[in-house]
């Protein structure tokens, strides 16, 4: 199916180490819909949490849209994620376990329908961050040092 990505968490993949992935739908208001379109969408702060056994998206931060007057929502409220009751299930299954939480990683449209990827992570400690980084240091030397000895 034809999908095209409107916003992804820059900081997801720095803070946690993913382990598996979910697609939800996203309940939106017509105004949002109008801004998302025009891509005033931000999921750099955002997480998802599960509250009377339905999840949330809380922090996702949709500007309203500049002709929506009355009919614009709050641009941080939380929005409910479509989920059926065997992930939700899952979801609480494993949030519960140490560590675990439930990142926003990519908002796209999936034909007509805006398309949320959660991701189910592991938080990462700062030593991790670092390795991390190092090794791709290492990795873009030996890409230069392979460049610069081509014959």
């Known amino acids: 199916m034809n999908t095209k990505l409107i916003a992804k968490n820059p900081t997801a993949y720095h803070n946690y180490f993913i382990e598996d992935k979910i697609e939800t739908g ?3 208001f017509g105004t949002e ?3 998302i379109r025009a891509g005033k969408v931000n999921l750099k702060d955002s997480y998802a949490n599960i509250k009377n056994g339905e999840v ?3 922090g ?15 641009p941080l409220r939380d929005r409910k994620l479509l989920l059926n009751k065997k992930e939700i299930e899952k979801l609480i299954g494993l949030t519960k376990q140490k560590g675990y939480a439930l990142i926003p990683l990519n908002l796209y449209f999936k034909g007509n329908f805006v398309k949320l990827e959660l991701g189910i992570g592991k938080g990462k400690k700062l030593f991790d961050k670092r390795q991390e980084l190092a090794k791709k240091d290492a990795q873009k030397q030996i890409a230069i040092n392979l460049k610069n000895k081509q014959y």
């Open 60 to 74: 996702m931060h949709i500007s309203p849209y500049e002709h929506g007057n009355i009919f614009n929502k709050n």
């Open 26 to 28: 996203i309940v939106l």
């Open 33 to 35: 819909i109008k801004s």
């Open 56 to 58: 949330y998206i809380s």
